[in-house]
Protein backbone atom coordinates (compact mmCIF):
# COMPACT_ATOMS: atom_id res chain seq x y z
CA UNK A 1 0.00 0.00 0.00
CA UNK A 2 1.21 3.33 -0.53
CA UNK A 3 1.90 5.14 2.58
CA UNK A 4 0.19 9.18 3.13
CA UNK A 5 1.45 11.37 5.65
CA UNK A 6 0.62 14.83 6.47
CA UNK A 7 2.47 17.81 8.58
CA UNK A 8 1.81 18.77 11.03
CA UNK A 9 -1.20 17.48 12.71
CA UNK A 10 -2.61 20.87 13.64
CA UNK A 11 -1.81 23.87 13.78
CA UNK A 12 -3.51 27.46 15.03
CA UNK A 13 -3.67 30.21 12.92
CA UNK A 14 -5.34 33.54 12.81
CA UNK A 15 -8.00 35.23 9.56
CA UNK A 16 -5.93 36.33 6.97
CA UNK A 17 -2.60 34.01 7.42
CA UNK A 18 -1.24 32.19 5.23
CA UNK A 19 -1.44 28.86 6.05
CA UNK A 20 0.68 25.34 4.51
CA UNK A 21 0.30 21.35 4.88
CA UNK A 22 2.64 19.37 4.04
CA UNK A 23 1.63 15.98 2.02
CA UNK A 24 4.32 12.83 1.56
CA UNK A 25 3.74 9.67 -0.58
CA UNK A 26 5.57 6.74 0.56
CA UNK A 27 6.79 6.12 -3.36
CA UNK A 28 5.56 7.86 -6.97
CA UNK A 29 1.73 8.69 -6.95
CA UNK A 30 2.44 11.30 -10.29
CA UNK A 31 -0.33 13.65 -9.55
CA UNK A 32 -2.96 11.57 -8.55
CA UNK A 33 -3.16 13.76 -5.27
CA UNK A 34 -6.59 15.22 -3.95
CA UNK A 35 -6.80 17.22 -1.27
CA UNK A 36 -10.49 17.43 0.78
CA UNK A 37 -11.98 19.73 3.27
CA UNK A 38 -14.46 18.24 6.03
CA UNK A 39 -16.19 20.10 8.68
CA UNK A 40 -17.40 18.66 11.75
CA UNK A 41 -20.67 16.20 11.35
CA UNK A 42 -19.98 16.61 7.43
CA UNK A 43 -18.74 15.05 4.58
CA UNK A 44 -15.41 15.75 2.87
CA UNK A 45 -15.51 17.91 -0.04
CA UNK A 46 -13.19 17.87 -2.61
CA UNK A 47 -10.73 21.26 -2.90
CA UNK A 48 -8.23 20.18 -5.45
CA UNK A 49 -7.83 17.45 -7.39
CA UNK A 50 -4.37 16.16 -9.85
CA UNK A 51 -1.98 18.01 -7.07
CA UNK A 52 -2.86 21.38 -8.26
CA UNK A 53 -6.09 21.62 -9.82
CA UNK A 54 -8.90 23.37 -8.15
CA UNK A 55 -12.22 22.04 -8.26
CA UNK A 56 -15.56 23.96 -9.26
CA UNK A 57 -16.92 26.51 -6.75
CA UNK A 58 -13.29 26.05 -4.57
CA UNK A 59 -11.95 29.80 -4.07
CA UNK A 60 -8.87 31.04 -5.69
CA UNK A 61 -7.37 31.45 -2.09
CA UNK A 62 -6.65 27.25 -1.81
CA UNK A 63 -3.43 25.87 -3.68
CA UNK A 64 -1.69 23.21 -4.52
CA UNK A 65 1.70 22.18 -5.44
CA UNK A 66 3.72 19.00 -6.47
CA UNK A 67 7.76 18.42 -5.70
CA UNK A 68 8.36 14.89 -6.74
CA UNK A 69 6.05 12.85 -4.17
CA UNK A 70 5.93 16.01 -1.70
CA UNK A 71 2.71 18.04 -1.78
CA UNK A 72 1.50 20.99 -0.24
CA UNK A 73 -1.73 22.78 0.20
CA UNK A 74 -1.44 26.40 0.71
CA UNK A 75 -4.38 28.61 1.76
CA UNK A 76 -3.69 32.69 1.03
CA UNK A 77 -5.91 34.48 3.54
CA UNK A 78 -7.55 31.99 5.68
CA UNK A 79 -10.93 32.90 6.26
CA UNK A 80 -13.26 31.84 9.10
CA UNK A 81 -14.83 28.90 7.12
CA UNK A 82 -11.84 27.08 6.35
CA UNK A 83 -11.01 26.28 10.04
CA UNK A 84 -11.56 22.43 9.33
CA UNK A 85 -9.60 19.14 8.97
CA UNK A 86 -7.95 18.94 5.57
CA UNK A 87 -6.89 15.10 4.46
CA UNK A 88 -4.58 14.38 1.49
CA UNK A 89 -5.89 10.85 -1.04
CA UNK A 90 -3.52 9.55 -3.66
CA UNK A 91 -5.52 7.86 -6.00
CA UNK A 92 -3.13 6.55 -7.95
CA UNK A 93 -3.18 2.86 -7.02
CA UNK A 94 -5.80 0.87 -5.03
CA UNK A 95 -6.27 0.89 -2.14
CA UNK A 96 -6.97 4.38 -2.57
CA UNK A 97 -5.01 6.08 0.85
CA UNK A 98 -5.47 8.64 3.00
CA UNK A 99 -3.34 10.90 5.38
CA UNK A 100 -4.03 11.12 8.28
CA UNK A 101 -5.67 14.66 8.40
CA UNK A 102 -4.48 18.53 9.20
CA UNK A 103 -6.71 20.31 11.78
CA UNK A 104 -6.80 23.88 11.35
CA UNK A 105 -7.82 25.79 14.41
CA UNK A 106 -8.63 28.94 15.31
CA UNK A 107 -5.63 31.06 17.25
CA UNK B 1 -26.59 18.29 -9.58
CA UNK B 2 -25.78 14.50 -8.70
CA UNK B 3 -26.71 13.42 -5.19
CA UNK B 4 -26.00 9.96 -3.07
CA UNK B 5 -27.46 9.54 -0.21
CA UNK B 6 -26.71 6.53 1.78
CA UNK B 7 -29.59 4.21 3.48
CA UNK B 8 -29.29 1.33 5.67
CA UNK B 9 -29.74 -0.25 9.38
CA UNK B 10 -27.67 1.83 12.10
CA UNK B 11 -27.13 -0.85 14.28
CA UNK B 12 -26.06 -4.04 13.59
CA UNK B 13 -24.99 -6.78 15.87
CA UNK B 14 -21.84 -8.51 16.32
CA UNK B 15 -21.12 -11.21 14.25
CA UNK B 16 -23.71 -10.18 11.41
CA UNK B 17 -23.30 -8.38 8.26
CA UNK B 18 -23.56 -4.52 7.59
CA UNK B 19 -25.95 -3.81 4.73
CA UNK B 20 -25.87 -0.54 3.31
CA UNK B 21 -26.78 1.12 -0.12
CA UNK B 22 -26.04 4.30 -1.82
CA UNK B 23 -28.98 5.54 -4.03
CA UNK B 24 -27.50 8.06 -6.88
CA UNK B 25 -30.05 11.16 -8.10
CA UNK B 26 -29.57 12.99 -10.87
CA UNK B 27 -27.08 11.20 -12.73
CA UNK B 28 -26.49 7.12 -13.43
CA UNK B 29 -24.47 4.52 -11.42
CA UNK B 30 -23.98 3.28 -14.71
CA UNK B 31 -21.77 6.33 -15.92
CA UNK B 32 -18.50 5.09 -17.77
CA UNK B 33 -16.54 7.89 -16.47
CA UNK B 34 -16.86 7.02 -12.79
CA UNK B 35 -16.10 4.29 -9.59
CA UNK B 36 -18.71 4.34 -7.26
CA UNK B 37 -16.99 3.86 -3.80
CA UNK B 38 -17.13 3.50 0.25
CA UNK B 39 -15.30 5.04 2.38
CA UNK B 40 -15.72 5.32 6.41
CA UNK B 41 -14.65 6.99 9.41
CA UNK B 42 -14.83 5.94 13.08
CA UNK B 43 -15.68 8.84 15.07
CA UNK B 44 -12.74 11.44 15.79
CA UNK B 45 -10.80 9.47 13.66
CA UNK B 46 -9.40 9.80 10.05
CA UNK B 47 -10.79 8.15 6.46
CA UNK B 48 -10.71 4.56 5.59
CA UNK B 49 -11.11 3.64 1.78
CA UNK B 50 -13.25 0.50 1.90
CA UNK B 51 -13.53 -0.33 -2.14
CA UNK B 52 -15.33 0.86 -5.21
CA UNK B 53 -17.85 -0.74 -8.11
CA UNK B 54 -17.77 0.25 -12.11
CA UNK B 55 -20.53 0.21 -13.60
CA UNK B 56 -19.78 -2.64 -15.29
CA UNK B 57 -19.42 -4.72 -12.24
CA UNK B 58 -16.14 -5.24 -11.61
CA UNK B 59 -14.88 -3.98 -7.83
CA UNK B 60 -11.62 -3.21 -5.99
CA UNK B 61 -11.70 -2.99 -1.93
CA UNK B 62 -9.26 -2.68 0.51
CA UNK B 63 -6.68 -5.68 1.79
CA UNK B 64 -7.45 -4.91 5.54
CA UNK B 65 -11.29 -5.46 4.48
CA UNK B 66 -11.13 -7.40 1.29
CA UNK B 67 -11.87 -10.89 2.90
CA UNK B 68 -15.28 -9.15 4.19
CA UNK B 69 -16.06 -6.63 1.35
CA UNK B 70 -18.57 -6.98 -1.21
CA UNK B 71 -19.52 -4.24 -3.47
CA UNK B 72 -22.38 -4.42 -5.59
CA UNK B 73 -23.71 -1.85 -8.30
CA UNK B 74 -27.55 -2.16 -9.23
CA UNK B 75 -27.94 -0.37 -12.06
CA UNK B 76 -31.85 -0.92 -12.71
CA UNK B 77 -32.25 1.13 -9.23
CA UNK B 78 -29.58 3.60 -10.09
CA UNK B 79 -27.93 2.39 -6.84
CA UNK B 80 -24.50 0.86 -5.04
CA UNK B 81 -24.32 -1.31 -2.06
CA UNK B 82 -21.85 -2.56 0.50
CA UNK B 83 -21.84 -5.69 2.60
CA UNK B 84 -19.79 -6.22 5.39
CA UNK B 85 -19.87 -9.33 7.32
CA UNK B 86 -18.47 -10.86 10.57
CA UNK B 87 -18.25 -6.95 12.06
CA UNK B 88 -17.29 -5.97 15.53
CA UNK B 89 -16.95 -3.24 17.32
CA UNK B 90 -13.96 -2.15 15.64
CA UNK B 91 -16.18 -1.25 12.26
CA UNK B 92 -18.91 1.15 14.12
CA UNK B 93 -17.87 4.07 11.99
CA UNK B 94 -19.70 6.84 9.48
CA UNK B 95 -19.73 5.09 6.62
CA UNK B 96 -19.92 7.22 3.25
CA UNK B 97 -20.68 6.65 -0.36
CA UNK B 98 -18.61 8.41 -2.91
CA UNK B 99 -18.76 8.89 -6.61
CA UNK B 100 -14.54 9.32 -8.45
CA UNK B 101 -14.34 10.55 -11.88
CA UNK B 102 -12.10 9.12 -14.12
CA UNK B 103 -11.59 12.63 -15.80
CA UNK B 104 -10.57 14.36 -12.46
CA UNK B 105 -7.88 11.89 -12.38
CA UNK B 106 -10.20 9.38 -9.99
CA UNK B 107 -10.81 12.19 -7.38
CA UNK B 108 -13.93 11.98 -5.18
CA UNK B 109 -15.93 14.91 -5.85
CA UNK B 110 -19.72 13.89 -4.60
CA UNK B 111 -20.33 12.30 -1.70
CA UNK B 112 -23.19 11.43 0.29
CA UNK B 113 -23.91 12.90 4.13
CA UNK B 114 -22.51 9.90 5.74
CA UNK B 115 -24.75 6.89 7.34
CA UNK B 116 -23.42 6.47 11.21
CA UNK B 117 -23.16 2.39 12.28
CA UNK B 118 -23.20 1.24 15.22
CA UNK B 119 -22.27 -2.40 16.21
CA UNK B 120 -23.25 -3.42 19.46
CA UNK B 121 -25.66 -6.46 20.89
Known amino acids: DIQMTQSPSSLSASVGDRVTITCRAS??????LNWYQQKPGRAPELLIY???TLQSGVPSRFSGTRSGTEFTLTISGLQPEDFATYYC?????????FGPGTKVEIK | QVQLQESGPGLVRPSETLSLTCTVS??????????WNWIRQVPGKGLEWIGY???????DSSPSLKSRVAISVATSKNQFSLKLTSVTAADTAVYFC?????????????WGQGKLVTVSS
Open chain 1, 27 to 32: QSISRY
Open chain 1, 50 to 52: AAS
Open chain 2, 53 to 59: VYYAGGS
Open chain 1, 89 to 97: QQSHTTPRT
Open chain 2, 98 to 110: ARAGVDIWNALDI
Open chain 2, 26 to 35: NGSVSSGSHF
